[in-house]
């Protein structure tokens, strides 16, 4: 009965491969996030979808490709991954149609690259 | 460019004493978060506080705003050996009310 969920949990990849990364919530929100949390422990933005669209799209490289096939589930793909590209992944909902209020948080992907 | 700077980066005290940690931004915001990350794990909202509210408070947390000064605090009361976590502040800015903008984190730690 996990609100948001986000799997797998760890990755650890070679540089150049693709991967992808899943997450769905069962809160009934409309609203879902992708950010990005450095080894500096800083939290930034990567994507946002409200309903399936794209409402966000931060100045991310286009190695990264977010799909949301409904509005429960938002996916991360990452082609020719690098070394930079190490972090901790988290993906997040709220209610309606903007991200003003509460955002509610997956336990986080945290990626590897080797 | 990062919208919010918390201070201190860390703060280390014992158990039953307050914490005190602040936030400044930048710019005009819409309301402002704070949120709790225990180590290795997702965060947590705490409260939000609205640009036109002055303080709320939620059990022992209290949360101050001064947007004339772009700046907020959180203070935690009677801290516990469990409130040892991150804590970041988190920015709606005016117009761009679909995303949060996180400040650079206090790390708290509580001892016994």
């Known amino acids: 009965d996990t609100a948001v969920s986000q799997t797998p949990k760890y990755l650890v990849t070679q540089m150049g491969n693709d991967k992808s990364i899943k997450c769905e919530q069962n809160l009934g929100h409309d609203t879902m996030y992708w950010y990005k949390q450095d080894s500096k422990k800083f939290l930034k933005i990567m994507f946002s979808?409200?309903?399936?669209?794209?409402?966000i799209n931060e100045t991310v490289p286009n190695r990264f490709s977010p799909k949301s096939p409904d509005k429960a589930h938002l996916n991360l793909h990452i082609n020719s991954l690098e070394l930079g590209d190490s972090a901790v992944y988290f993906c997040?909902?709220?209610?309606?149609?903007?991200?003003?209020?509460?955002?509610?948080f997956g336990p986080g992907t945290r990626l590897l690259v080797l | 460019s990062q919208q919010g700077e918390e201070d201190p980066q860390a703060l280390s005290i014992q158990e039953g004493e307050n914490a005190t940690m602040n936030c400044s931004y930048k710019?005009?915001?819409?309301?402002l978060q704070w949120y709790r990350q225990n180590s290795g794990r997702g965060l947590v909202h705490l409260i939000l506080i609205r640009s036109n509210e002055r303080e709320k408070h939620s059990g022992r947390l209290r949360v101050t705003l001064d947007t004339s000064k772009k700046s907020s605090s959180l203070l935690i009361t009677a801290s516990r050996a469990a409130d040892t976590a991150s804590y970041f502040c988190a920015t709606v800015l005016t117009g761009t009310a679909s995303k949060l903008t996180f400040g650079t984190g206090t790390r708290l730690q509580v001892t016994l």
């Open positions: 997040a909902s709220s209610p309606g149609a903007g991200g003003a209020g509460t955002q509610y």
């Open positions: 710019t005009s915001i819409n309301n």
């Open positions: 979808y409200n309903n399936k669209e794209l409402i």
